[in-house]
């Protein structure tokens, strides 16, 4: 959500007349977009903000920014107050502050301006929204376009309802003129976005709904040249049977469902507010895979949430070693102020503990996903090419597993087949079909899959 916000902004400056710069020291106009989900984000958002205090000390004359859930969707005054450096507070998904802010500083006439590229781009787009800036035009293959902003299920750890705000949908036409406008630069792969994307249209009366959506944008694909279609974050109380038939059915929207579990007690889930029970969510992954069979699911789990015994931290780790899910992102709990937890909950499980059960399912997971991936030696699976790593080429399969593979050419945003060669917990590695494996792929074939 924050690339999209930051994108949608860096866009807006540069229909200004503004470019971007290659380091701190050389910009004009700086800003920190922020994201407080856990509480080291959060600190490390304050520490880069404090080394740019010194930069505006040496120079007042650059603006500083400040942007996202730091910020929230409520009037910042304690920020002001300890931030008062910084020139614009800008809430979430909302550039505007900083547009009027340079309005007022440079004048209208010149705050408006765009030079000759510039307005040839702006025309090229049939909605007149660039939405990516110029460095980024041809050379992103896939981008995120939020749906939904806000969110209206409190869960007792989350923070994101009181910094973001209520649930809103975007209307189709909006999201509809984001993702063409995206296509149009090159953009390859769409992922729909929202704190709980399956709500999307909850809060439209007789509004489209995300399985609707997802057709449309399917439509678009087939005429914009748009590759692959994803969507994310789910929640289990919300995934219809009308969703997954629809991403069984439709074939740029990948076989990748990402639906967070959060724990596998049903006591924690209970004090977490998740709205559903351990069996529950196992029957969901049944349903899931019943009506996707290639599918990939992604699940989070928080470890050591307030009074989570060592008994319901193995509930959580019996059903993930039982439900064998392609990834897991692990997270230790940490309060969160405003929160129903943090306010009434005591944070009693000691650090240490966390980090042991954050490593055992780490440990676990790893195993897991090893034994997946290694179903796919010697297959071939289709890779979305996104950029080069180390002289190799980078992708990712429908399942959004990451592969690399040699070869010569450019193959950015091109879709190609790679025969796998080698597989690990984390990625894959693999060659194009005909080619001769290097000897730096052998080497890495003879490491053992646990290793």
Same mark, same amino acid.
């Given at each position: 959500?924050?690339?999209?916000?930051?994108?949608?902004?860096?866009?807006e400056?540069?229909?200004?007349?503004?470019?971007?710069?290659?380091?701190p020291?050389?910009?004009?106009?700086?800003?920190?977009?922020?994201?407080?989900? #856990?509480?080291?984000? !959060?600190?490390? $958002?304050?520490? %880069?903000?404090?080394? /740019?205090?010194?930069?505006? *000390?040496?120079?007042?004359?650059?603006?500083?920014?400040?942007?996202?859930?730091?910020?929230?969707?409520?009037?910042?005054?304690?920020?002001?107050?300890?931030?008062?450096?910084?020139?614009?507070?800008?809430?979430?998904?909302?550039?505007?502050?900083?547009i009027?802010?340079?309005?007022?500083?440079?004048?209208?006439?010149?705050a408006?301006?765009?030079?000759?590229?510039?307005?040839?781009?702006?025309?090229?787009?049939?909605?007149?929204?660039?939405?990516?800036p110029?460095?980024?035009?041809?050379?992103l293959?896939?981008?995120?376009?939020?749906?939904?902003?806000?969110?209206?299920?409190?869960?007792?750890?989350?923070?994101?309802?009181?910094?973001?705000?209520?649930?809103?949908? #975007?209307?189709?036409? !909006?999201?509809? $003129?984001?993702? %063409?406008?995206?296509? /149009?630069?090159?953009?390859k *792969?769409?992922?729909?976005?929202?704190?709980?994307?399956d709500?999307?249209?909850?809060?439209?009366?007789?509004?489209?709904?995300?399985?609707?959506?997802?057709?449309?944008i399917?439509?678009?694909?087939?005429?914009?040249?748009?590759?692959?279609i994803?969507?994310?974050?789910?929640?289990?109380?919300?995934?219809?049977?009308?969703?997954?038939?629809?991403?069984?059915?439709?074939?740029?929207?990948?076989?990748?469902?990402?639906?967070?579990?959060?724990?596998?007690?049903?006591d924690?889930?209970?004090?977490?507010?998740?709205?559903?029970?351990?069996?529950?969510?196992?029957?969901?992954?049944?349903r899931?895979?019943?009506?996707?069979?290639?599918?990939?699911?992604?699940?989070?789990?928080?470890?050591?949430?307030p009074?989570?015994?060592?008994a319901?931290?193995?509930?959580?780790?019996?059903?993930?070693?039982?439900?064998?899910?392609?990834?897991?992102?692990?997270?230790?709990?940490?309060?969160?102020?405003?929160?129903?937890?943090?306010?009434?909950?005591?944070?009693d499980?000691?650090?240490?503990?966390?980090?042991?059960?954050h490593?055992?399912?780490?440990?676990?997971?790893?195993?897991?996903?090893?034994?997946?991936?290694?179903?796919?030696?010697?297959e071939?699976?289709?890779?979305?090419?996104?950029?080069?790593?180390?002289?190799?080429?980078?992708?990712?399969?429908?399942q959004?597993?990451?592969?690399?593979?040699?070869?010569?050419g450019d193959?950015?945003g091109?879709?190609?087949?790679?025969?796998?060669?080698?597989?690990?917990?984390?990625?894959?590695?693999?060659?194009?079909?005909g080619?001769?494996?290097?000897?730096?792929?052998?080497?890495?074939?003879?490491?053992?899959?646990?290793?």
């Amino acid at each position: 959500m924050n690339t999209a916000d930051s994108q949608r902004l860096a866009s807006e400056l540069e229909r200004m007349g503004h470019h971007v710069a290659v380091s701190p020291d050389d910009a004009d106009i700086l800003v920190v977009n922020t994201c407080v989900v #856990r509480q080291s984000a !959060e600190d490390k $958002a304050l520490n %880069r903000l404090m080394l /740019l205090k010194a930069l505006k *000390e040496r120079h007042p004359e650059k603006v500083i920014g400040v942007m996202g859930c730091l910020v929230g969707v409520r009037d910042p005054l304690h920020l002001r107050k300890k931030l008062p450096f910084v020139d614009v507070f800008m809430p979430p998904s909302e550039p505007a502050p900083m547009i009027e802010f340079l309005q007022d500083r440079l004048g209208e006439v010149e705050a408006l301006a765009l030079d000759e590229q510039a307005r040839a781009e702006r025309e090229a787009i049939q909605d007149g929204d660039l939405i990516l800036p110029a460095h980024e035009q041809g050379q992103l293959v896939s981008a995120h376009v939020p749906v939904v902003y806000g969110c209206s299920h409190a869960c007792t750890f989350c923070i994101i309802p009181f910094r973001r705000g209520v649930e809103r949908s #975007r209307s189709v036409g !909006e999201i509809v $003129a984001h993702v %063409r406008s995206l296509a /149009l630069q090159g953009v390859k *792969e769409v992922t729909l976005l929202g704190q709980i994307v399956d709500r999307y249209g909850k809060d439209i009366p007789d509004g489209p709904d995300l399985a609707d959506l997802l057709r449309i944008i399917d439509d678009i694909a087939e005429e914009t040249g748009l590759e692959r279609i994803r969507f994310l974050t789910s929640h289990p109380n919300w995934m219809t049977d009308k969703l997954l038939d629809t991403v069984a059915e439709l074939p740029r929207v990948m076989p990748h469902i990402e639906v967070p579990v959060q724990a596998g007690n049903d006591d924690v889930l209970e004090n977490m507010k998740r709205g559903y029970t351990a069996d529950e969510y196992r029957r969901l992954i049944h349903r899931i895979r019943e009506r996707i069979p290639d599918v990939a699911i992604h699940t989070d789990i928080i470890v050591g949430f307030p009074g989570e015994t060592e008994a319901q931290f193995m509930d959580t780790y019996n059903l993930l070693a039982e439900l064998k899910l392609d990834k897991a992102h692990l997270a230790r709990y940490s309060p969160r102020p405003n929160t129903v937890s943090d306010r009434r909950m005591e944070d009693d499980v000691p650090d240490e503990e966390k980090r042991r059960r954050h490593k055992m399912l780490e440990d676990l997971q790893a195993q897991v996903m090893a034994e997946i991936n290694a179903r796919f030696l010697g297959e071939q699976v289709q890779v979305l090419v996104e950029d080069q790593h180390r002289g190799k080429w980078r992708g990712r399969t429908p399942q959004n597993k990451l592969v690399f593979f040699e070869a010569d050419g450019d193959y950015r945003g091109k879709l190609v087949d790679v025969e796998i060669t080698w597989t690990g917990p984390y990625s894959m590695q693999g060659r194009l079909p005909g080619q001769k494996i290097s000897q730096e792929v052998r080497q890495i074939v003879d490491i053992p899959l646990l290793g």
